[in-house]
């Protein structure tokens, strides 16, 4: 079972939609969680952090789940430059000081017009 | 934008041929880490160093090795290319004094080994 697990997609919506990605993970030694967005043929890019009691970035709210172990990505009003891979990356602590960050496969996004 | 640029951008090389990949970054920041990232695959770590000449082995190091002898800049060399180190290559650091948190990553290498 991998560490990080998303939903590849695509998902195709039409402008102006609400879409949400789900991202589970299976390590409870999991301390920090990140959406990241990759376009085509670029570097990721840190979207947002995604803190215990949620938070939100104008059309974007990230939700974390940790009974369940799951973080979210909610995106409102979806426009065309939304269309990208979203990457969901948690930080998992082995003991002591030793930590990893650990990516998702991604979860591509087609935003129509 | 945290600074960081990445050379060569594309490489073709041959099968048993060295191969080095630079990371330069201008904002002094102590962590720096190189990834490749495959289809079907997320980011895998290949190396990480926590400061100049200190560096630890990722999940996928075997064939890679590292050198960081100035703060700015993180050298990743293959030391024999083999056709499965064909990937993307990209560098990435992390702000502050903590390591595995926000990281920030250079544009990526594209290599192909022939």
């Known amino acids: 079972r991998k560490e990080v697990e998303q939903d590849p997609g695509p998902f195709n919506v039409p402008e102006g939609a609400t879409v949400a990605f789900n991202c589970t993970y299976s390590?409870?030694?999991?301390?920090?969680f990140f959406w990241y967005r990759q376009d085509c043929r670029k570097e990721p890019k840190l979207l947002m952090s995604?803190?215990?009691s949620g938070n939100e970035d104008g059309r974007f709210t990230a939700q974390l789940n940790r009974a369940s172990q799951y973080i979210s990505l909610l995106i409102r009003d979806s426009k065309l430059s939304d269309s990208a891979t979203y990457l969901c990356?948690?930080?998992?602590?082995?003991?002591?000081?030793?930590?990893?960050?650990?990516f998702g496969t991604g979860t591509l996004l087609a935003v129509q017009p | 934008d945290a600074g960081i640029t990445q050379s060569p951008r594309h490489k073709v090389t041959e099968t048993g041929t060295p191969v080095t990949l630079r990371c330069h970054q201008t904002?002094?920041?102590?962590?720096m880490y190189w990834y490749r990232q495959d289809p079907g695959h997320g980011l895998r770590l290949i190396h990480y160093?926590?400061?100049?000449?200190?560096?630890d082995k990722g999940e996928v190091s075997d064939g890679y090795s590292v050198s960081r002898s100035k703060t700015e800049d993180f050298l990743l060399t293959l030391e024999s290319a083999t056709s499965s180190q064909t990937s993307v290559y990209f560098c990435?650091?992390?702000?502050?004094?903590?390591?595995?948190?926000?990281?920030?990553f250079g544009p990526g290498t594209r290599l192909t080994v022939t």
């Open positions: 990435a650091i992390s702000e502050g004094q903590e390591s595995f948190y926000e990281q920030y």
């Open positions: 390590n409870s030694a999991s301390q920090s």
């Open positions: 995604v803190y215990s």
């Open positions: 990356v948690v930080n998992i602590n082995y003991g002591g000081a030793t930590n990893k960050l650990i």
């Open positions: 904002e002094n920041h102590r962590y």
């Open positions: 160093s926590y400061g100049v000449k200190d560096t």
